[in-house]
């Protein structure tokens, strides 16, 4: 196993996120502890000493049942991670009684990794309002030593990543960030890995391989990949990429059997950096999945002075390219529940007036025409 220095720490590359833990007939809510146990148990021989849940996963239960398999060993010898459950604004007046709640469920009497959760456009300002006291009452956690280190997990935009930095960013010692050769440009993770360096915190990457997409590839794309490196699997390549990006500290993975458990431990007892020719191949490739898919805005922002309802439309094509890609998901919807109704896509009156002038000749009434019907709006 590889490991990353942090702190005074050795922390394994590879940690095991318990999103996507295995489960019974299909229902997300009924965890299989027996096969999630057996995972824990390879990957314990196997070196991995980071483990990921949170309040919400698998509707409640994987704190709980990672809270069980995980009491089976001397604490010492693992890390235990979970967040206070942000993306539910109704959860912002309960920072204490969560927290306690937590504790109880994971068998722990101190977290070694805490987050805020989901920083985004949605929470941001209840996130940074002090009447919450939730900054308040993590740091004093932090004191007393039930939180050894503090940190944030984002999807939301960079903007918002500055807002939370520019509160709390020197009090953060590590944040989870959307991270993989695809959302390199798409979701600009570049862009927020720089503004990370830039106050020292280092990186833990979560969605590796964007939901499984990048788990398989076409065969086109695979028959590049395999001239570079015949030996390679498509997943690794994600894994490789990551291993390449300097400030990468830990990558969680939600691995949902035994046999990907096994397969991603095995390409993190290895480094093998990209170099500059698979770098280029890889991130190539990234951008041809994407052409076909996503309508070519290049923010030129045109558009929004001719509009007669005000839209912010550069943005609501971005979060229009992230639904289509992504087939659905959560981040658009998340980042338009913070957006007022007559500044989402519904509110496009389809006049035309931005198409006249984009310089793309995107179809951009129908586009959000789309997008509210995919929203259900």
């Known amino acids: 196993m590889i490991y990353r220095n942090f702190q005074d720490l050795k922390l394994s590359a590879l940690g095991m996120g318990a999103m996507r833990l295995p489960v019974i007939n299909g229902d997300d809510a009924r965890i299989d502890e027996d096969a999630a146990a057996e995972m824990v148990a390879y990957a314990m021989k196997k070196g991995v000493n980071y483990y990921d849940t949170a309040w919400g996963y698998h509707n409640g239960n994987s704190e709980t049942v990672m809270g069980k398999v995980l009491k089976q060993y001397p604490r010492e010898n693992f890390y235990l991670a979970t967040k206070f459950p942000g993306y539910d604004l109704a959860n912002m007046g309960k920072v204490e009684e969560i927290f306690e709640k937590q504790l109880e469920k994971c068998q722990t009497d101190y977290f070694d990794f805490y987050l805020f959760h989901n920083v985004c456009?949605?929470?941001?300002?209840?996130?940074?309002?002090?009447?919450?006291?939730?900054?308040?009452y993590l740091m004093k956690q932090k004191a007393n030593g039930r939180i050894r280190h503090l940190g944030f997990s984002a999807h939301g935009s960079y903007d918002v990543m500055k807002r939370f930095l520019k509160a709390y960013g020197k009090d953060m010692e590590f944040c989870q960030i959307q991270l993989n050769y695809l959302d390199w440009s798409f979701q600009g993770a570049k862009a927020k890995a720089e503004l990370l360096k830039e106050y020292g915190i280092p990186v833990w990457v979560m969605e590796p391989l964007r939901g499984g997409k990048l788990a398989t590839l076409s065969e086109e794309n695979e028959k590049l990949l395999r001239k570079l490196r015949p030996e390679e699997s498509v997943p690794a390549w994600a894994f490789r990429f990551l291993q390449t990006i300097p400030d990468v500290k830990v990558v969680l993975s939600g691995m949902s059997n035994l046999q990907q458990l096994k397969e991603n431990i095995q390409t993190y007892e290895e480094e093998?950096?990209?170099?500059?020719?698979?770098m280029t191949t890889l991130l190539r490739i990234a951008d041809g999945m994407l052409k076909h898919k996503i309508l070519p805005c290049t923010a030129c922002r045109y558009c929004v002075s001719h509009?007669?309802?005000?839209?912010d439309i550069p943005e609501l094509l971005n979060l229009y390219n992230e639904h289509c890609f992504t087939e659905g998901g959560f981040i658009a919807p998340m980042a338009l529940a913070s957006y007022p109704d007559d500044k989402k896509p519904q509110a496009c009156i389809g006049c035309r007036s931005c198409e006249a002038?984009?310089?793309?000749?995107?179809?951009?009434?129908?586009?959000?025409?789309?997008?509210?019907?995919?929203?259900g709006a």
């Open 272 to 278: 093998k950096p990209l170099n500059d020719e698979e």
């Open 357 to 375: 002038v984009c310089p793309q000749q995107i179809k951009i009434s129908e586009a959000m025409s789309d997008f509210a019907e995919k929203l």
């Open 307 to 311: 509009c007669p309802q005000g839209l």
């Open 121 to 136: 456009e949605m929470n941001i300002d209840a996130y940074l309002d002090e009447k919450y006291g939730i900054y308040e």
